[in-house]
Structure formats: structure tokens, C-alpha cells
């Protein structure tokens, strides 16, 4: 296949770019925000038109933490909202097979009972800290169910839990919390400072999913799945944050204190997603946690120049 990565410099994207070129099956195209505006309908038609992949993977979207998701819900929501659209729209077009748009698991409703299957989608009430971007990556799942049901296109959507790795976004404001931590704790050991301050209470408990991981999960499920459900895509285990904010002090070298502030959001107290669906397909992640972070944090150290605002 020629696969389309949408958003390939980023996080998630970059990883479909490794995974292919690991794999050496298939080719890939990718096409930058100067060179292609997702936001611009009629250049993303064209593009798909004169291309014509075999395949498009959505990788492209507006992301960022919780106080970014707070702070600016129209960006996250209307821009999302645009991104798929034209991208799915132009697809149809072009007659383009297959195509996998990436959801996350903030999809499901906050207090879903763990480890989350698919099926809870939409049988409770989202976290309201990141509404917007839940709600558009909704409407792009099921966006790719009505064009199966619509026009038999074999699309399908997978269901990514909490990313980190190689090319993530370290910038404290708009980062996610395993980056934002890595973050903080290599700022206060290079700065000598006592102690580190975290957001909440440290209570809540994630799973985390190394890109490249997912990358890999990917290309799987655009060779191996032809389904209306959008998969859930993690690791099938979970840790608190505080336990991740001692793991990620004691990789990064941060010999001082860690203290907490209750009063910042925790956001959703628990997000594990169940796997069985993907485990059965003969797919498992395959990177520990610990060896990620060493990783990711060895990226980070590499590359710190371009990461610093």
C-alpha cells in the first residue's frame, strides 16, 4: 500500500512513519502544514485526488493537556471537527479503500466502569476538562461509521489510550502529563531546584501506550481489521500518577521533593482500556514502560534545543 500519513511529524504520525519503514511492505506520503493545510477543504481534496493512496491514517489532529483542552474548547473542537471531515470527505472522493482515523480514549464517559470496553461509548457523561476534543473525535468515529454504512467503504477507527515517545510535546503549557513531568523534573534537576509542584493529588491512575507501540498497532489493524467497531488500542495495565512521577524523577535524576497542589483537576479518576478485542487479533504491546520513558527522556535530551520555548 501507499499509505497517506495526515500528521506525520507529529507524535503519533512520525511512529506510523517508523513502523512502516521498519516493516518494508509499504510505502508512505506526508505532506507538511506549509505544504498542506488540513484546514484548507479544497487543497486537501485536491491532494488526495492527484495522490490517490492506497490508504490515509489520520494522525492529524489539535492536541494538548488538560489546561490547554479548558482553556481553548472552540480551537479543539472546531479545528478537529474540520480536520476529519476534509480528510474523510476528500478520501470518498478519490475512491481511496482504506482509512483509519485515530480517535482516544477520552471518548468514553468519565466514570465508565474498568477496564473500558468499546461498547461504552456514549452511555455516560464525558470529563468536562476535555469535552471538546472528546466530542470531535466522536463525530469522526462515527463519521467513518456512516461511510461504511453509506457506501460499504472498509474505514475503521481505532481507539488510542494516553501516548508518549519520540517527538512528543514537551512545552509545559500544552503538553500531556507523562511529557509535562518529564518535562518539569528535568527543568528542576539542570535549575538545582528542592522540590517539584504537580497538578492534584496524584491519585488518579493512567495506562500509557509508547508511540511506536501504536505505530505498529496501526498498520496491523489497516492490514488485519475491517470492522464498524472502533478498537481500543493500549497496553491492558495501568499505574497512578504519583507512581509515574516517581518513575519519571528517578529516570530523569531529580533528587528533590515532589509536592502536590489538591487544588488543581485531577480529571478522570481511571482510564484502562480492555484490549481483549486486539489481543485476540494476535497484536500486543510490546514496549515496557520504564524502557519508554528512558527512551522518550533520551529523545527529550537530544533534542531539548527545539523543545524549549
Known sequence: MRIYVAGHKGLVGSANVRAIEAQGKHAWIGRTRTELDLLDRKAVFEFLAKEKPNAVVIAAAKVGGIHANNTFPVEFLSENLQIEANLMDGAHAAQIEKLLFLGSSCVYPKMAQQPIKEEYLLTGELEKTNEAYALA???????????????????????????????????????????????????????????????????????FLHSDDLGRACIFLLENYDDDVAINVGVGEDISIKELAELIKQVVGFEGEIKWDPSKPDGTPRKLLDVTRLESLGWKAQIRLDEGIRKTYQWFIENSSTERR
Open 137 to 207: 473525535k466522536i463525530s469522526g468515529l462515527k463519521l467513518v461509521q456512516a461511510y461504511r454504512k453509506q457506501y460499504g467503504h472498509k474505514w475503521i477507527s481505532a481507539m488510542p489510550t494516553n501516548m508518549y515517545g519520540p517527538g512528543d510535546t514537551f512545552e509545559l503549557e500544552n503538553s500531556h502529563v507523562l511529557p509535562a513531568l518529564i518535562r518539569k523534573f528535568h527543568d528542576a534537576k539542570t535549575q538545582g531546584s528542592a522540590s517539584v509542584t504537580l497538578w492534584g493529588t496524584g491519585s488518579p491512575k493512567r495506562e
